[in-house]
C-alpha cells in the first residue's frame, strides 16, 4: 500500500491551501485516514482525522480553520486548510489506518508534504 500527498507550498499567513492524499495497492478498506505535522524540533502531532463513517476529530489548533473529508471510492483523502498561520508551518504526513487480522490495525504514512505559511 502506497500513500501519495500533494497539494503543499508556500503560502501567506490568512491564505489557504488543499492536501491530498491518495491511497493505492490491495486495498480492501481503510478505517481512519488522517493528517499529522511535525515542525523542527517538535513531534509529530494529529492534525485532523476521519473514520470510515466519516466522522471527524481536529487539533484544537486547526478547529474552524481546517476540514478534513474522504473519498471512500477514490481512497482519498483530503484537508482544506484556511486562514493559515505561521505557526501552521511544517511537513504534513498523511495517515492510513488498515485493518489487518484479529482485529488489529496497520499504519501506512505517506512521504510527507511541506507547508510554509510566511509572516
Do not use: H
Not at 29 to 40: D, E, K, L, V
Not at 78 to 88: G, I, R
Amino acid at each position: 500500500v502506497q500513500l501519495v500527498e500533494s497539494g503543499g507550498g508556500l503560502v501567506q499567513a490568512g491564505g489557504s491551501l488543499r492536501l491530498s492524499c491518495a491511497a493505492s495497492g490491495t486495498i480492501v478498506s481503510i478505517n481512519t485516514m488522517g493528517w499529522y505535522r511535525q515542525a523542527p524540533g517538535k513531534q509529530r502531532e494529529l492534525v485532523a482525522a476521519i473514520t470510515s463513517g466519516g466522522s471527524t476529530n481536529y487539533a484544537d489548533s486547526v478547529k474552524g480553520r481546517f476540514t478534513i473529508s474522504r473519498d471512500n471510492a477514490k481512497n482519498t483523502v483530503y484537508l482544506q486548510m484556511n486562514s493559515l498561520k505561521p505557526e501552521d508551518t511544517a511537513v504534513y504526513y498523511c495517515n492510513a489506518k488498515l485493518p489487518m487480522t484479529w482485529g488489529t490495525q496497520y499504519d501506512y504514512w505517506g512521504q510527507g508534504t511541506q507547508v510554509t505559511v510566511s509572516s
